[in-house]
Structure formats: C-alpha cells, structure tokens
C-alpha cells in the first residue's frame, strides 16, 4: 500500500488545475445505461471510484475506454442488470445502477452497499422511492432484487434531502409513463449536472436545483455527449491546502459559484480571495481566525469539507465549533488530528475545537477519503516529517493529489509502506 510523505511548513504557491466532479461524474456514467448507444464523456477525473464504475458498467455489459479525461461508453451491448457485493461494498455510489437498470431492462439485482468506515448509511429512500413508481422490490440473500413491469409516474416527498436518492429516482422516471414530482429534492450541483445531461439525452425534466423536480417520462433517450462539471470539494480542499499552509494560490477551471459558502468562511478565516469566471485566487496575509460551521446541504456547508475544515481550525487562533449535520458519526480523523498536536473534543455529531500554535509531524492513517485528506492538509502546515498512510482511500476522490500539491510547492511523495492489505 502506498503513504505519502510530508515535510510540512512550506507555504503552498502557484496555480493547479481542478479536475471534474467525482459525484457528477459517477451518476453520469451510470445514466449511459438508460438508452443502448455509444456516449462521449468529457472532464472526468481519473479516480478509483470512476475506475470501479467503469468495472460494474463493465460487468453489466458496457464497453468502456478512458484516454486523458475522456470516457467513451458503448451500452449497446448491456444485457446483465446486477451489481454484485465485492462492487458495491467497496463504492456505495454503485447503488446508482439500480434507477437506470429499473427503467431499461425492468429488473435489477444490486448487492444493499451495508455500513461504511463512518457508521451506517441507510438507503430506504432509494428503495422507497422505486416502490412509489411501482416497482416490487424484494430483500435477497443481502440483495435489493427489483421488478418493475412498468414505472408510472408519481408524487415522491423525500422526509431527508438526500443527493443519491433524488439521483437513484430521476434516473428511473425519466423513462416511466407519466409525471414524476419529486418533493424536498437535493439541490446539488452534481444532481443539476445529472440532470442536464438526461435533459441532453432526450429527457424531460424542470426544476433543477430548487427542491421539487418535475419529470415527465418520455418513451426513449438517444446517447450524447457531456462535459462534467468541475469538482467544489477538490476546490474546497485546496483553497484549504492554501491558507493552512499560509500560501498564495491559483485554481483554474473551477466553478466559484459553486463553492459560495465555503469561500464566504474562508474569507471569515482570513484569507484574502479573488474571483474570476473560472478560477479562484486566494492568498493568506492575516493568519487563520476561528470560524464556526454547520454542515447542510446545499448550498450550505459541505460535509465533505467538514474534516477538511476541522484541520485549518486546529491552528486557528481561538476556539471553533464543528458540527456535522447530514452525517452524525464522520469524524475518524479527529484522533488522528490530535496525534500532530491538534486539540478537538468530540460531543455527539460535534467537535470543540482549541486552536494550537504549531502542529508537529507524526504517522497518521484514515479509513475514509474526506478524513484522509484532511491528514494531508494538516501535514502541510505540521513542523517536521508525517507520513499519511493509506492513500488509497485518497485515490478514490483526488486525482493525482500528490502532483498537484508538488506542483505548488509542497514536499510530499508518494512512497510504497510496506503494508499489505489484510
Ligand atoms: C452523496 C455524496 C457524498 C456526500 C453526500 C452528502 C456521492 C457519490 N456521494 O452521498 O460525498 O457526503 O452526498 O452531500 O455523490 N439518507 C437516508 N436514507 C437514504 C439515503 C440517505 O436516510 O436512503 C440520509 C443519510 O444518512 C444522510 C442524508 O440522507 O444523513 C444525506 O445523504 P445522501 O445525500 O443520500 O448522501 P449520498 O448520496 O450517499
């Protein structure tokens, strides 16, 4: 397994690219199901989630090359609707191919994804949701076994806004007979790119972004071709990267009016910022002052900048509040924090957090990829040499994270540790 190793204290400067969305991406990929044919997917970042999509799209019959950012995906020949366990508990996200497997062959077979490194994660609200357009699901030897002869269009009311189950059933109504309304719906900026791109292959649907959708079935789709939107929680974590480590920084093709919230607390924390069409500067004079979150969904706090977030606020100068709202138990990067010399105490789905002057070095590992990346960013600003292990957990959400650090000036590479996976 590889690690990377850090020696911290260099300020981050210069400018990166920020790649395409991983969670558009993913949906998106999953989409091409819906309507045999070949699609030209642009901007996608080349991940081990979207390679362990394109391994399920794969096994369900799809043929698939990926050069440079580009995936061309060819379902003609997709015949086999079943997402296996070895898949899905490896990447919840495959939980995705049971709307789009519904909709085209009227049966799917897709492993239930179970608990994952931060506590269960329930998916009632997709299951519920195939239900309400008439489908007959049934529990299998650990797998949703679905039947639905034919989708009707129907009223959904979401009692949680939840981003994969407004995905999950806006995939399966696209083709279903009738109007489909969704109601308290996720307002993502990745469920509005899935949506642009069905509306691209010939869909039907109005309200994207605001909490009701509305989709009217249309009896087929027709392939097309699509460019992802660029990743907020990459630009998030970089903007980060560069204020921890008190840096002047560039991101280019990103999209700022994505990462409003994040970029207002920011600036909250002292950072001097600056934006254009597609990119965001961002430069560090004052220090970092403490600033409180709440995570929400959109377009509020990201949870997937929490642990990003709690690792600038240990050397902020104060005391900060963290709270994590969409998911209770996601903070397996708080004891690793504290290894380098942060001072965060956990109560329920919050961390009290007591800024300390300097962070110092040390071996830290996380089981969760948000989590990992925080190690990273905390590395950065610590004195002295860290080794983060298990990057592969990194690998799933950060292209290349390592280059693009270097390229700003950090000291980090990526070296083998010698460990083995159990
Ligand atoms: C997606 C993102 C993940 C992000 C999360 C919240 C992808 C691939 N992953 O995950 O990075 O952290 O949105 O922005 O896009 N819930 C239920 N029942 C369900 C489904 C969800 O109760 O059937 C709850 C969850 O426990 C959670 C909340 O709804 O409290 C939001 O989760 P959800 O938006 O569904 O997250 P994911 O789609 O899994």
């Known amino acids: 397994m590889d690690k990377f190793v850090i020696y911290g204290g ?44 394109a391994h399920l799209l794969r096994i369900i019959g799809a043929k698939i090359e990926f050069e440079n950012h580009t995936l061309v995906i060819d379902t003609t020949q997709a015949d086999f609707p079943e997402a296996p366990y070895e898949l899905v508990k490896t990447m919840r996200a495959s939980i995705y191919v049971l709307g789009p497997l519904l909709a085209r062959f009227k049966q799917a077979r897709v492993s239930l994804p179970g608990g994952c490194a931060w506590g269960p994660r329930p998916v009632d609200l997709h299951i519920k949701g195939m239900q309400s357009l008439g489908a007959r699901l049934d529990l299998d030897g650990g797998y949703i076994v679905a039947r639905g002869t034919k989708l009707t269009g129907t009223h959904i009311y979401f009692d949680v806004s939840s981003v ?35 509306i691209s292959m010939g869909a039907r649907i109005e309200g994207l972004g605001s909490k009701i959708i509305q989709i009217e079935g249309v009896p087929g789709l027709h392939p097309s071709d699509y460019t992802v939107i660029p990743d907020r929680i990459e630009t998030g974590t970089f903007l980060v990267g560069g204020l921890i480590s008190a840096g002047n920084i560039n991101l280019k093709k990103c999209q700022p009016r994505h990462v409003m919230k994040i970029l207002e607390k920011m600036k909250e924390a002292g950072a001097t910022i600056s934006v254009s069409e597609n990119e965001i500067h961002l430069s560090s004079e004052k220090g970092i002052q403490p600033v409180n979150v709440t995570t929400d969904v959109y377009p509020g706090f990201p949870t997937d900048m929490q642990a990003q977030w709690i690792a600038l606020m240990s050397i902020a100068r104060g005391s900060s509040v963290v709270t994590d709202n969409i998911f209770q138990d996601r903070f397996t990067h708080v004891p690793e924090l504290n290894r380098l010399g942060a001072q965060i105490v956990q109560k329920n789905n919050s961390v009290f957090i007591t800024g300390v002057k300097k962070l110092n070095g040390a071996p830290v590992m996380s089981t969760d990829l948000r989590a990992s990346a925080s190690l990273v960013l905390a590395a950065l600003a610590a004195q002295g040499k860290s080794d983060v292990l298990r990057v ?14 270097q390229k700003l000036g950090a000291d980090i ?4 540790s010698g460990e083995v996976t159990s």
């Open 164 to 198: 994969g189950a407004t995905g999950n059933v806006m995939m399966a109504a696209v083709l279903a007979d009738g109007t489909t309304t969704l109601e308290n719906a996720a307002t993502e900026p990745e469920i509005i790119d899935l949506g642009n791109f069905l």
């Open 392 to 405: 592969y957990h990194i690998d799933r959400g950060y292209e290349t994270i390592e280059i693009k650090l």
């Open 10 to 53: 260099k300020p981050l400067k210069g400018e990166i690219e920020i790649s395409g969305s991983k969670n558009a991406a993913l949906p998106i990929m999953v989409a091409t199901l819906l309507s045999p044919g070949k699609y030209i997917i642009n901007n996608v970042p080349r991940l081990r989630d979207v390679r362990t999509m």
């Open 413 to 416: 590479v990526r070296e083998d």
